[in-house]
Every structure is written in structure tokens, then in C-alpha cells.
């Protein structure tokens, strides 16, 4: 049974830093396309940051420059280290994995079929 569990929310300040992780069981993360993607109350998912299969990234347009997704394949963890929060950045965080797009699902997110439980940050300025 595949599983991903997040971690790393919290409540910081405006122009603070977080990192989350993300940690499989079950499931491999290496070779994989794998992202994180945010939800903002009443509003829709988006997309956020990605990792394919070959190690390339890539990150919605507005957040370039202030978040860095990676991987640790020998703890089959994913991780997204934000800095300079803003308020604009409170969501719920979730990582996922495309098992059915081999190289890369971009950052549409219809194409991550395994998703974890997601975890709060809340920035508060």
C-alpha cells in the first residue's frame, strides 16, 4: 500500500521559512515524477512545484525564487523548503506522485493519482 505523509506545517511569521517533507512507504519516490501542490480554503488546488523522473524541477511562474522542492532518494523523502513567507502562502500543502505519467505529469494535477494528508502552514503577518 502506497503512502505519503507530510510534515513540517506550522504557524510562522511574514518573511519566515519553512520545510516540509514528505515520506513514502510502500512506494519508491526515485525515477518518479513526483510534486507538491497547495489548496487555499475555498479555492481550488494549485500546483506549486515538481520533481520528474530525470531530476528536472519545476515550479509555478509566481513562486520561482522563494520555494525549492528536492529529494532524498535514500530516505524516500520529498521536500519543499519555502522562504520569505507571505499571508498569500497560508494553504494546506500536500505532496503527491504520478505513477501513471513515467516521466513527468507537469503540474496538472488530475495526472498525481497518490496524494498524502496534506499539512498546514498558516503565516501570519
Known amino acids: 500500500q502506497v503512502q505519503l505523509v507530510e510534515s513540517g506545517g506550522g504557524s510562522v511569521q511574514a518573511g519566515g521559512s519553512l520545510r516540509l517533507s514528505c515520506t513514502a512507504s510502500g512506494y519508491s519516490l526515485s525515477y518518479r515524477c513526483v510534486g507538491w501542490i497547495r489548496q487555499v480554503p475555498g479555492k481550488g488546488r494549485e500546483g506549486v512545484a515538481l520533481?520528474?523522473?530525470?531530476?528536472?524541477?519545476s515550479y509555478v511562474e509566481s513562486l520561482k525564487g522563494r520555494f525549492t522542492i528536492s529529494q532524498d532518494d535514500a530516505k524516500n523523502t520529498l521536500y519543499l523548503q519555502m522562504n520569505d513567507l507571505t499571508p498569500e502562502d497560508t494553504a494546506m500543502y500536500y505532496c503527491a506522485v504520478s505513477t501513471r505519467f513515467p516521466v513527468t505529469a507537469g503540474l496538472n494535477l488530475a495526472r498525481y493519482n497518490v496524494w498524502g494528508q496534506g499539512t498546514q502552514v498558516t503565516v501570519s503577518s
Open positions: 520533481i520528474d523522473r530525470y531530476g528536472l524541477t
